[in-house]
Each structure stands twice: as C-alpha cells, then as structure tokens.
C-alpha cells in the first residue's frame, strides 16, 4: 500500500510525540486512517478477502498501537475495525451463499432447521455464525444450537470455499465488501462524533434538584453533561478540583459559569474534606477497561476513595470508543506514563539536585510526575456510556458485543 | 523550559518561624537557642523592629498626656479605671490596626502607630486586603470599628480631662503594641504553623506580663486573669486559636490563679515567666526533638478525643490512599496538642485559606468562590500508629483519652516536671500497646 504509507507514517510520529490529546481526537483520526487504509487496499482475487483486507488493517494498526500504548483508544478503533470486517464479511458470505434471497430471517432458520439438525446447510451455519457475533442475549441462549465457535470457522470455510467456486461474482463481492466496511468505519466515526447526545440525555435521569456534583479535572463528557442539566432546568452546584498539576479544572469552571452554573474551585488536597457535602461524583476517564476499572487522570483514585469512603456515588461518563477489551494488569505501572518533572517543580530552582554527577550517577531528587491513576471497579457506582447505564460488572458484555476475542493481540498474521 | 503564563507558582512553603527578637535573651541555654534556631525558618523578612523602645511617633493628644501621667497613681478613681481602658484600649487597638493595614497596602511597613487616630475606620483598607480572611471576624471588626469610631471622640475628651487612665496606658500601649506586632504577623499567615503561633503567643504574654504594673491595691491575680482575657479574645477576633495555643491559655490562666497572694508582684511575675519558659521548652521544643525526627512531616497537627487527627489540608487524603494500599500511617504529635474536643467533618469547625492559585484573569472570569479550607480531619481508621512524647500507641483514640488525664493533673499543678522514661513506662502501663 504505497498511496497510505505516509499517511500511516505521519500519524505514527504524532501519536509518538503525544501531538494528539485526548481520546476521542485520537479515537477519530484513527478511524479515519483505517478508512484510507481500507479505501487503497487492493483487493486481490485470491481466497480470502476478508482475511485479507483484515490483515492489511493489523499491519497498520500494530504500528499505531505501538507508537502510543498508553492511548488505548488507538487500539480500541483498530480492534472495532477488524470486527467490523469480520461481521461484514459473514454477512456478506451469507448472502452470497443464498444467492438471491437477501434477507436472512434468523427466527425462520431457525423453525425450519428442526428436523434438519445432522445436516446443517451453509445458511445455517452463516446465521449461526453472525449470531456468534452478537452480545449473546437471552433469547439466542434458548434458540441457539450451542456449537457456535466451531459453526463459526465452518461457516467462514465453507464461505471461502463457496466464493472459492464463484470465480464469476467474486468482483462484485469484493467490491461490496470493502464498500460494506468503509460504510461501516464511516458509521463508526460518526458514533465516536456523536457519542456526547446520548450521555448527555441520560442527564435529567441522574440530576435531580439541589443536587451537589464533584468532578476532578476537565472532561469534555462531563461538561456536555452538565450542560444538558442546566439546559433541563435542573438546579445542581459544582465543585470543581483543581487537578493538579495541570490544573484543567480552572478552565472547566470556567465554562461552567459561562452557563450559569455555580460552581466552587477547590484544591485535590481538599477533596476528602468537601466531599461529606457532596451529593454526586461525575468524572470522565480516559479509558474503561475490561473489568470495569477505569483509567483516569491522576488524582482520580483519591477521588473514588473518598466517594466510597462518604457513600457519595462515583458516575464515570464515557463514549464507547473508550471502552477497552483488555484486562488491567498492574495498571499503576504498564497502562502509565511518566511525564515531564517540570510540571511540578522549577528548574531553576532545583537544578542542583538534578546534578547527575555524582558518584553512582544518580540523582537524589526523583520526581514523578504520573498522568493516569486506575480506579478499580469496585469504586465505581455506575458507568453512564452512549449504549446506556452500565454497571460496571457489566462492561465484558459491552465488548462482546463490539470486539472479537481473536483481535485481543494486534499483530499481523504471518500466513495471509 | 518554557515558562507558562497561566502555571500557578506553588506556594512558598512556610517554615515554623519564630522571630528572633521576641525570645527571651536573659538566662537561655546555647541548648535552647540551637533547639529555636531549628525552629526559625527565613526571619529575614519579620520586622523586628518593634524591639527597640517605642518610636516617637505617637498621635499627638495622647502624646502630651502620657509623660505627664507617667507615675502617677489615682485610687480614687479605681474602679472606674479597667472599664475605661478596656474601651479606650479597644478604640486605639482598632484604629492601630487599620492604620497598619493602610500602611501595609501602601507597602510601607511602618512601626509607627495610627499617624492620625482621628480617621474613619476606612472600610477599603479592610476589604483590599488580598488575604481572604475568616470573614466572620471581618464583620466583627467591622462592626468593632464603626462602635469605636463613635466612641472615640469622646474618650479623647474624656482624655483630657480626666488624666488618671493614663498612668496604665503606657504599659498597655507598649503590650498592646507587642500583640499587634504578633497579630499581624498570625494574621497574613506570616507566624504559621502550630508551634511557632503557640511559641509566639506566649512569648508575647511573657513580654506583657513584664511590662505590666499592678495599680495599688489591686490583686495582681485578678487584673491578670481580666487582661489575659481581653488579649486572648482580640487575639480570637484576629484569628481562630489553634488547639495548642487553646491549651497553653488554659494552663497559663491556671498558673495565674495558682499565684500565691502573699507573693510581690515582682516575684509573681518572675514566676509566671519561668513558668511560661519552661513550658514552652519543655512542651514544645524538647518534645519535638523526642519524636522521630524522619517522621516529622506536619508543623501543625492536633489529635482530637475520639482519635481523629486535625490537620493541614490533604493529610486525609494521603492517609486515605495509603490506607487503602496498605501503607502505614504514622501521627506524630505534641501531647500538649490532644483536645478533649470530637469532629466528624471538616467543615464544621475550620478556616478559610488563601486563594487558590487561580490566573488572575480566570479568577475574574469564574466570578465564584475559591473556597479552600486549611484544615481537615482525618479519621482514625486510617491512622495506624500515634506517635507522642508521651509514648506510641496503634490506638489514637485510647491515647488521646489517658493522655488528657494525665496531662490535666499537670495542668493543676502536681508534676510539672516530667522525665520521657517515666512517661514511656507510664504509657505501656495505660496504653497497653507500646512499641518500641
């Protein structure tokens, strides 16, 4: 793909010198390279297209994950593709298989292929297949033959072998198929656009009246939120933490008094001393991981420590494209980055603490200046995302429902 | 790097300062001055220049009457004398004060007095300062000078007239010039820190009961008792006491009351000096250096009768996280700090601090208050160990509770001295849990 590599290269560098902030300005320029990725892959007349264009998509997409694995949106939009494309082509193959019949009821599969159940015909199986996709609901637990993994690769065999045969309408499909999943990317950027009105609306829900809101930092989730109260005629007060060491909760405040929102400007240290008068806790996070927890701007533990501490309910807000198939392991530690000590401490000053010349080289003065604290979820009262109130036991199902298990580890595939 | 206009400075960092020229020079050990010096932060910047005999630069009516009055003693007039300077006093401490706090706003720390006694409590001076101060006592002192103003031009006539109250008030106008001095050095936060503010303050009370004379026939006791009184609550209306400063009041009322009559006055007073020396070596500095020294984190911490700790804001909440990652949390803290007192929430009972540290030009945007409280509580469950000069105990609680007893009966008199062995064995015999 010589007509993308710039474009994938130049994103590379920004996401490597931390150019681009913010998940959601992350989550979109990413989508919106797959796309191009997507738009110049050539499409070959070999077996497997999916595979294929799926792999071209890992090519790009372990460079990008490497370039900033702390900007786990990045990985998160690259594993929404790849699912993507694999639903696109089940369905596509499903089609394709049937021939003219478009519309594949399931249900009607279902009653018909009663007594049909030692030889199941490709249909079947490519609706067996696209249900294996989806969240696993009630209703497909008790209609549902439980051989699903297995169905699932037959049916992509016995796709491939299918299409294999139909040399004849291979371009059209393949056509269709990339046409599919660049809509589908396309619907994809949209959500990710979008995801503020959804949460926004479930506002009015959770604000009541004389409502006393504590928020760490500036979210730009919380504040559409907020917003939507105000524009609901909800009476709430806000008190602000600062968020040291960048203190991004001065320019929230800010903007919430452009709306007429009372709002208070406290220090983090302050926190545990404010929040026995709080009534609710609203933060954003960077990221949601698998078991619920939450990666979230420094600061934010304490934050949930002492929500729990005053049985005050800690509201995470956060778009789906932060929702992250991946399990914390020492989160503290692997899922943070170390930022500049010129935050926190003037180089003037303490220049001749940081002498490196000393004997054994090191200095004595360390400073450590985290970005992301991990909030276990046990912490966490109630995710509010675009898809609806979770809690966060929940949050696996979500996953299910947008990423496949097989995409957990980005790398390319060495056989095509 | 690349300077910031928007990045907040931090704070400077203030140290436990004791100005130099309030301590006691006469019998001082080179011990005791090593042990203050470690105490003093940069003093560089505290006007000790009230040390030296008062300047010349008094208002002009009270001038002519004070070298007149000096030694003059009226018995007749006796019982009128401590209503009238108690109000007199007040209406000089007022417009003192407002003159110093126009003189600081014009950024001329002057010693002089209130150059024009005869001006309106000027309301701007008042509301210009940057400081946000409690402003309970804002409107108290408010309040306080609109009162005075009233009264004043009659007790400058009344001055006139009648010459007798002037033979107290050059010794309350040196005091009081001694708790101004230390007042506007509480006030803008320059004495900061538990110790220093309890250090000071007595020390003040050390210089005023030096200055102070006994009219004739009055019992040196009493007049004691009503001074220390009246100080301590303009003391009050500067600035909320902290717990130790509250404890040392007691226990200097008490050694007050305890003064024997047939006493001189010079000795009564030489013995409440000793006592107030002793107990701020022996309280304050030799405890300081029996606590561990690595641990000594905080300059200001009070440990309250239910086991909660009272301290600088944030120490909650570092508590807290360690608690919740199973770090241990030490509490080291004076004993003369416990207070029968019990909290469940900050806010009850708190300050208000300095402004945070907000740009300007946002803090005009936002319009609203940066309300940040210099105190918190902490509560005990997340302290696991109380380290005091009376001994180690894992449960603060208990300690506070048999400490206080203890510390009371000193209070009444019976053992002043205390040795730190005994008192280790004392707190293994109460506490049940000591570790060494």
Known sequence: ?416 | MIPTPDRPRPPPRPGVRVPHALLPRPPVSSSRLDALSDLDGDDDDVDVSWARPPPPALPESIKVNLTETKNRGDPTSVPQKPKLSKAERRAIQEAQRAAKAAAKETGVKSTAKASDVNTKMPKQPKAGKASLKKDVSQANALVASDKKTDEHPPDKDRKKDVPQPRMQFDDLHRVVKAKKRLDFNICPGDISGGNARCIAMLLAFREAINDYSTPAEKIPVEILLLKSSSYVSFLIECRPLSISMGNAIRFLKNRITKLALAMSESEAKASLQSDIDRFINEKIIVADKILVQTLRDKDYCAVLSNGTVYSRVGTASVAMVAHAFGVPVLICCEAYKFHERVQLDSICFNELDAVVHVSFLTLLIIKSNSCTCRYDITPSDYVSMLITDYGMSASPAQLVGCTDMEYLNHLAGINFNFLPARIAVLAVHRTGSHVH
């Open chain 1, 1 to 416: 793909m010589p007509d993308v590599q710039p474009l994938v290269s130049d994103f590379v560098l920004k996401l490597k010198r931390r150019k681009v902030e913010g998940s959601h300005a992350v989550a979109r320029q990413t989508a919106e390279l797959l796309r191009s990725v997507v738009s110049q892959h050539r499409m070959g007349s070999s077996a497997n297209q999916a595979a294929a264009l799926a792999d071209a998509v890992r090519a790009v997409g372990e460079q990008l994950i490497a370039a900033n694995p702390i900007e786990l949106a990045v990985g998160n939009v690259v594993r929404r593709v790849l699912h993507i494309i694999k639903e696109e082509d089940i369905s596509s193959t499903a089609v394709g298989i049937e021939g003219l019949s478009v519309t594949v009821d399931s249900d009607d599969e279902y009653d018909r292929e009663d007594d049909d159940r030692p030889s199941l015909s490709a249909a079947v199986l490519a609706a067996h297949a696209r249900n294996a996709l989806r969240a696993p609901s009630l209703q497909t637990l008790l209609e549902d033959i439980p051989v699903s993994p297995a169905i699932s690769r037959t049916a992509s065999s016995t796709g491939d072998s299918d299409g294999k045969s139909k040399s004849a309408g291979d371009k059209t499909s393949t056509r269709k198929l990339k046409h599919d999943v660049i809509a589908a990317i396309g619907d994809l950027i949209d959500e990710i656009d979008s995801c503020y009105e959804p949460i926004s609306e479930q506002a009015v829900e959770l604000i009541h009246q004389n409502e006393v809101i504590l928020t760490l930092g500036r979210s730009r989730t919380v504040k559409e939120f907020l917003y939507a109260a105000k524009e609901k005629k909800r009476s709430f007060r806000v008190f602000v933490a600062e968020g040291a060491p960048r203190y991004q909760g001065h320019v929230l405040a800010k903007e919430l008094v452009e709306k007429g929102v009372q709002t208070t400007v406290i220090t983090d240290s302050a926190v545990f001393a404010m929040i026995s008068r709080v009534n609710m806790v609203i933060v954003g996070a960077h990221a949601v991981m698998a078991n619920g927890g939450v990666i979230a701007p420094v600061g934010m533990n304490m934050v949930a420590l002492a929500a729990q501490r005053h049985a005050v309910p800690f509201v995470v807000v956060a778009g789906s494209h932060k929702l992250c198939p991946l399990y914390p392991h020492n989160p503290e530690v692997l899922l943070n980055e170390l930022k500049s000590p010129s935050d926190l401490l003037d180089f003037g000053e303490f220049s001749d603490c940081m002498n490196f010349s000393t004997q054994d080289g090191s200095p004595l003065l360390n400073v450590v200046n985290p970005t992301f604290d991990y909030v276990p979820p046990k912490l966490v009262s109630l995710f509010v995302t675009d898809t609806g109130g979770h809690s966060p036991s929940y949050m696996y199902r979500l996953i299910a429902e947008y990423y496949s298990a097989d995409d957990l580890v980005v790398r390319r595939k060495s056989s095509a």
